[in-house]
């Protein structure tokens, strides 16, 4: 997974925040590869007296509805939309970067917030699945899904020197986040770096990713900034 690091260092100051989320996924895997699949620091358990990333009790019902969880608990959203895109867009020139239909996306995106999932088999249009996907972590979510403080924490660390250093404070960041958000964002990133992997069609490489997600994960407001700050 690491060649991918390496397209969106050279992104651009923003882009580098989501370098934090790549890491993040080798971190979480190379640590679950040395416990043996499980327990101990790999399982990232929520701290005492933390808050859920996603808790459910300070959002509204619609909010709730389009956090529910899955059978891999993540939001079901997220796990749909990527199922089917696992399946049938990975090969799909453009994905992520070419529109789908509109109101497809937003039929989608509504129907999940309802409460009532928009049965994907019937769905053809692989492009307007790829773009609910971006637009659910972009626009829908009621607070970006990796905040300001996360970012700037993480980041502040990026030039400690040597890098057992700089590994072992990053992980103390990590280490801080609830469960919930690590075991979304791992699905996601896999996914992400499973996309790279068929770059030769779909013409989605490291770099391309960077730059639809990197504004999605951080809902864009803040990213130049920070950016600025620590690249």
């Known amino acids: 997974m690491s060649a991918i690091y390496g397209h969106i260092l050279f992104a651009g100051a923003g882009l580098c925040l989501i370098l934090c989320c790549l890491a993040l996924c080798c971190c979480i895997v190379k640590k679950k590869k040395k416990n043996g699949g499980g327990g101990g620091d790999g399982d990232y358990t929520t701290k005492p007296g933390q808050k859920s990333g996603n808790a459910l009790s300070n959002t509204s019902s619609k909010d709730s509805h389009l956090l529910r969880k899955g059978a891999l608990g993540i939001p079901l959203l997220v796990e749909d ?5 696992e399946t049938r867009g990975m090969d799909t020139n453009g994905l992520f970067r070419e529109s789908g239909k509109a109101e497809l996306v937003e039929d989608i995106l509504d ?16 492009h307007a699945v790829a773009v609910a996907l ?54 996601l990133l896999n996914f992400l770096h499973n996309v790279a992997q068929h770059k030769a069609k779909n ?21 130049v900034e920070i950016g600025r700050a620590h690249v």
């Open 81 to 85: 939309l990527v199922g089917y895109l």
């Open 111 to 126: 129907g999940y917030e309802a409460g009532k999932p928009k049965d994907l088999s019937r769905v053809d249009d692989v």
């Open 134 to 187: 971006k637009t659910y972590y972009k626009k829908r979510l009621p607070q970006p899904f990796l905040d300001v403080e996360f970012a700037g924490e993480y980041l502040r660390h990026k030039d400690v020197r040597p890098a057992a250093a700089r590994v072992r404070a990053q992980r103390g960041v990590i280490d801080r986040m609830p469960k919930s958000k690590v075991d979304e964002l791992r699905h």
């Open 203 to 223: 013409k989605m490489d490291a770099r391309n990713l960077a730059i639809v997600f990197g504004p999605a994960l951080f809902q864009s407001a803040f990213i």
